[in-house]
């Protein structure tokens, strides 16, 4: 065996490493939407850290209702119109301190430890993203060894393989992670089932009264031809030369074990790590496969250290190889960390307690950041966590509408740990109930979904419901006008930003919620429409859009995050919330509203970074995309780039300097290189609308597009100036098609492959 094998060294498809992780954050990484799992890759001392999207920490949070205030929403109008937004924000938090959401948290670590045989040559570990497995090689005196793992999207386990030379292996599950909570109660246990046979079990139980009652890992242990014992709470593999673990995850919200019931799940198992994988890659890799990026067209190193180091020496310029490969590792992880629920903060992973903001989904930006490539990158597995995650949770947008307003339809909150949609995270300073635009911001990728899919079946049992909700909620809202008989948003919140010189960050009027209002009734109407659905109510939304405010561009030429005179300033903040028309929205476009594109331009332009957050960079990149600035995308992409806010595995950090673990720049990062590639919306297809220099050639496939086209291949290099495109569409239709200032239309049919050249 030859563990530095020169094809998988340099694979598009794959991340290696040449050591093990030091720090828990550089540990690879393999999930299959519920489980995930954090492989260290040490020789002698191998730890896997065991995650579950479902494993929050309970903080007595889950009783929490939105606050009862309808009755008193006039006098919160008034008092914010009045210039007292303090005294409107305390009648909503009543006095009450910030409460957070369920903290994400780890599950247990899986242990092996072996004896050294001499010294470790020849070591690699590597995530291969094709397959989703993650494997470590390494020689010693004793021969070759080999670790492989996987987490199974077909059978709902981790599955794992040790093989080598004959050898004692000592096997424990344990509860041992930093930070972990004294009343958290840990109990690990091993046991001998029959020759060759082993159980390991490990269970935790929280702080009783708060919320669910506990969680356990069960690891079933097939070691044929070698002895087991247990020695306390340790599995011994005696003289193994080949071991299968199969390792199972459940959360209880009761007292009691699920050990037994688990245990017989993996019985019925075949112990054999191939099948399992074929099982598992007949899911994974089809949908890892659906799209693909070159940009170098040459093999890269596919050592993390390597690529990082090489975009440290491109002096202000972009690494096309660096960027392709987290172009793939990004997909790698949304995929991995979609199914039962979307990407948390850190994805699917965390292998310490008391994770920053809570591990949990922030839905005024990052959520949003991180689906950023879903539909474009040809991941419907990503949008239907996100469906899952809102489907639980519409009703409580519903109870928010009702008990902060009085009013029907739908209210988001600004977070959730994904247990339900209850408002109840603000105080005096955070008026979370004004944020007006959390339930069409969070329902937009999946309007996007069904642009892009044409699902009509989703459409009518669940979306469409949805969507009316949110446009019910502003219709029934907007009961005040101005002096010029527009509608008045009030109260409104921009997130966690105020304008300069108010007291208060309760507003009227926040960009983004006027433009989720717009957004909101217009898909509202678009579905209704298309299903010959509540005319009635459609033609009281068309009459409603007439009335909301305009956009206002101030002295500077910047459009004010503010639609409302006297509001505005604070140029140095991490969020860009007003951009909403802008991104993800068509809104406000450089082909059809030239001017607001251009006041749009200068306030993310003039926008400062206050601290560098990974979200903000992004935000502000993404929004530079639709605005045709790739010097401003260069810009911002090299804000994450080159301030060391990538780990070994790939994984990302919230700040520079690594500085909390984070998922937001490595799974938004293949949605903002999509958009320097393709921006498309129903009737129009722009392609390299925003590419940077260091991309003059280059080849991307698979992108699924607004208005059910794919493209198939687009392939490009400036150098002579040539543009190739073959587009699919699902429906006959005329598309107008555009590329770098030319522009044509073209007639698809359905099913049938168009191929359109530009240059």
């Not at 096309?320 to 699917?348: D, M, N, Q």
């Not at 069904?450 to 669940?462: A, M, P, Q, S």
């Amino acid at each position: 065996m030859n563990p530095l094998d020169t094809k998988a060294v340099h694979s598009a498809h794959a991340i290696h490493d040449t050591a093990p992780a030091d720090r828990w954050e550089d540990a690879f990484l393999a999930g299959n939407g519920e489980s995930g799992i954090m492989v260290h890759g040490g020789p002698h001392r191998e730890r896997t850290v065991l995650n579950h999207h479902r494993y929050v920490l309970p903080n007595g949070t889950r009783g929490l209702r939105a606050a009862e205030t309808a009755d008193r929403l006039e006098e919160i109008r008034d008092l914010i119109l009045a210039g007292r937004a303090p005294e409107a924000q305390r009648i909503w938090a009543k006095g009450e301190e910030l409460r957070w959401t369920q903290s994400f948290h780890p599950g247990h670590a899986l242990e092996a430890a072996t004896a050294e045989h001499g010294p470790v040559r020849g070591y690699l570990r590597a995530t291969d993203f094709d397959t989703g497995e993650i494997t470590v090689r390494w020689s010693d005196d004793a021969g070759d060894w080999l670790r492989r793992s996987f987490v199974s999207r077909a059978d709902a386990v981790v599955v794992q393989e040790f093989t080598g030379p004959s050898a004692d292996l000592r096997l424990r599950l344990t509860g041992e992670l930093p930070d972990c909570p004294e009343d958290v109660l840990h109990r690990c246990a091993a046991t001998e089932l029959a020759p060759g046979l082993g159980l390991l079990n490990a269970r935790a139980t929280y702080p009783q009264g708060q919320g669910a009652y506990g969680f356990e890992a069960v690891t079933l242990v097939h070691a044929p031809g070698a002895r087991v014992d247990a020695e306390g709470d340790v599995l011994v593999v005696r003289g193994a030369r080949k071991v299968l673990l199969l390792t199972a995850l459940d959360r209880h919200e009761r007292p009691g074990w699920g050990t037994a019931a688990i245990r017989g799940a993996l019985a019925r198992l075949p112990a054999d790590y191939e099948r399992l994988l074929g099982a598992h890659t007949a899911l994974h890799t089809p949908a890892y496969r659906r799209a693909s990026l070159d940009l170098t067209g040459a093999p890269a190193p596919a050592l993390a250290a390597d690529l990082l180091e090489r975009q440290a020496k491109e002096d202000g310029a972009l690494d096309p190889a660096l960027l392709e490969r987290l172009f793939h590792s990004g997909r790698y992880l949304l995929l991995s960390a979609s199914g039962v629920l979307p990407p948390r903060l850190t994805g699917l992973w965390i292998a310490a307690w008391g994770a920053a903001w809570c591990g949990d989904f922030t839905t005024d930006a990052n959520l949003n950041l991180q689906l950023a490539g879903a539909n474009l990158a040809a991941l419907p597995e990503a949008v239907h966590a996100h469906a899952a995650l809102l489907r639980g949770q519409i009703d409580d947008w519903r109870a928010n509408a009702r008990a902060l307003y009085g009013i029907s339809g739908l209210l988001a909150p600004g977070r959730t740990d994904g247990e339900h949609g209850h408002l109840f995270h603000l105080d005096d300073d955070w008026p979370w109930p004004a944020w007006l635009a959390g339930a069409d911001w969070l329902l937009q990728p999946l309007h996007e979904y069904w642009r892009t899919t044409g699902d009509d079946v989703f459409l009518r049992e669940e979306l469409a419901g949805w969507l009316i909700g949110a446009a019910e909620f502003f219709e029934d809202f907007l009961t005040r006008t101005d002096d010029r008989g527009h509608v008045v948003f009030v109260p409104s919140y921009s997130p966690e930003i105020a304008p300069e010189g108010v007291a208060g960050s309760a507003t009227v009027n926040a960009v983004m919620d006027v433009a989720a209002g717009r957004h909101a009734l217009e898909s509202a109407i678009e579905v209704c429409e298309h299903l010959g659905i509540e005319p009635e109510a459609v033609a009281r939304w068309r009459a409603l859009l007439l009335r909301l405010p305009p956009y206002l561009v101030n002295e500077a030429g910047r459009l004010t995050e503010w639609a409302w005179p006297g509001l505005d300033g604070n140029l140095d903040h991490r969020h860009v919330s007003h951009l909403y028309p802008v991104w993800p929205l068509h809104e406000i476009t450089r082909d059809a509203t030239p001017e607001l594109a251009e006041a749009a331009h200068r306030a993310l332009a003039d926008r400062g970074d206050e601290n560098l957050s990974a979200h903000g960079s992004l935000h502000r990149a993404l929004a530079a995309a639709r605005l045709r600035d790739p010097d401003l995308v260069r810009a911002n992409l090299l804000k994450i780039l080159d301030a060391d806010m990538l780990h070994r595995s790939l994984m990302s950090s919230h700040n520079p300097a690594l500085e909390i673990y984070n998922a937001d720049a490595a799974i938004t990062l293949p949605g903002l290189i999509l958009e320097l590639l393709v921006d498309a919306r129903p009737g129009r297809i722009d392609l390299l609308p925003a590419l940077p220099a260091e991309l003059g050639r280059g080849a991307v496939r698979g992108v699924t597009c607004q208005g059910r086209i794919t493209v198939e291949e687009l392939v490009w290099d400036l150098g002579p100036g040539t543009v190739r495109a073959l587009l699919r569409s699902a429906v006959d239709q005329r598309v107008e098609v555009h590329c770098r200032g030319e522009g044509r239309s073209v007639d698809l049919v359905a099913g049938e492959s168009r191929e359109v050249l530009f240059g």
